[in-house]
């Protein structure tokens, strides 16, 4: 079914391109990079919002370089097995499963969430850093496209997974908005009210690993966490209000990810860094707006 949709986008986006004459949209790969890239720029703000209003900005950093040793875990499994497994498919597992750690390791310990952050950031790029220098079973493979992002490796595949990312993503928090929304501002008074503030804790850290995996395709290990920051970074200077803010942030996404996919595709410049710095200068348009 999601498959069935990739290849539903790909023939209406091939009929606009050939139209309107855009050369650039005929291509597969471009068509399914520009659909990865519109669903990343609505989940992204809409998880990075939350993160950003509870000083919470950098998990996506610590997430996203664990889901590296995700990434080599698939590629190491599908040499030494001979099997066809997605790498991002371990990705998100394994990020999932870091996103908790981050928590437990808060809860039992007692230490602060930077820490528990700093710990799961290291171990987990440790950890990829390793199973990729294995030569064992024949694993030999360019590192780049995971650390940058590469629009070319877009496959069908992995846009089916995005798109079913996205659907538990946006499902989640339509569902708990007013909870997360509750535990985000005042965390004493929502335990108060009787929320499960650890329970929706671990929902928002889950989601972001999520979010992570999928902005990897095309932003890479090294700049994912920059569309959970930047983009509601922008949107808060002009925003009066959370959810302002929030449908600011996708807007602000958006026309990074549109603009900056354009450019890299025109240049031959990384999608992750030009989107970027696209989603950067935004960002200074904005602070500049603000002010006055």
């Known amino acids: 079914m999601l498959f069935g949709i990739v290849e539903a986008w790909n023939d209406a986006i091939e009929r606009v391109a050939i139209e309107l004459g855009i ?3 005929t291509y597969g790969f471009m068509q399914q990079a520009f659909l990865v890239g519109i669903l990343i720029a609505i989940m992204a ?3 990075g919002t939350f993160l950003v209003h509870r000083q919470l900005a950098l998990i996506g950093d610590a997430l996203a370089h664990t889901a590296f040793a995700g990434v080599a875990i698939g590629l190491l499994v599908n040499t030494m097995v001979s099997v066809s497994i997605s790498p991002y498919l371990t990705a998100v ?3 999932m499963i870091a996103a908790l750690a981050i928590e437990l390791i808060s809860e039992t310990t007692g230490a602060y969430n930077d820490v528990s952050m700093a710990i799961v950031l290291s171990t987990g790029f440790a950890l990829g850093a390793v199973l990729i220098s294995l030569n064992t079973g024949g694993l030999t493979v360019s590192v780049d496209q995971y650390l940058f992002g590469n629009l070319s490796t877009v496959s ?3 846009a089916s997974v995005l798109i079913g990312l996205f659907v538990v993503i946006v499902a989640v928090v339509t569902l708990t908005y007013k909870q997360l929304l509750y535990v985000t501002f005042d965390e004493t008074a929502a335990r108060v009210a009787g929320i499960n503030v650890p329970w929706y804790n671990r929902i928002m850290t889950m989601l972001t690993a999520m979010v992570v995996v999928g902005a990897m395709q095309i932003m890479g290990v090294i700049l994912v966490a920059a569309m959970l920051v930047v983009p509601v970074a922008a949107a808060t200077q002009l925003a009066r209000g959370f959810r302002e803010a929030l449908v600011g ?5 958006e026309i990074a990810v549109l603009v900056g996919i354009s450019l890299s595709y025109t240049y031959e410049t990384t999608a ?3 989107i970027v710095l696209v989603a950067v200068g935004l960002y200074v348009l904005a602070v500049a ?4």
């Open 23 to 25: 050369e650039m949209l």
């Open 289 to 292: 707006a603000g002010k006055r």
């Open 272 to 274: 992750g860094g030009t």
């Open 249 to 253: 942030s996708i807007i602000l996404a």
């Open 93 to 95: 597992v394994v990020a």
């Open 156 to 158: 069908k595949s992995n």
């Open 45 to 47: 703000p809409l998880i």
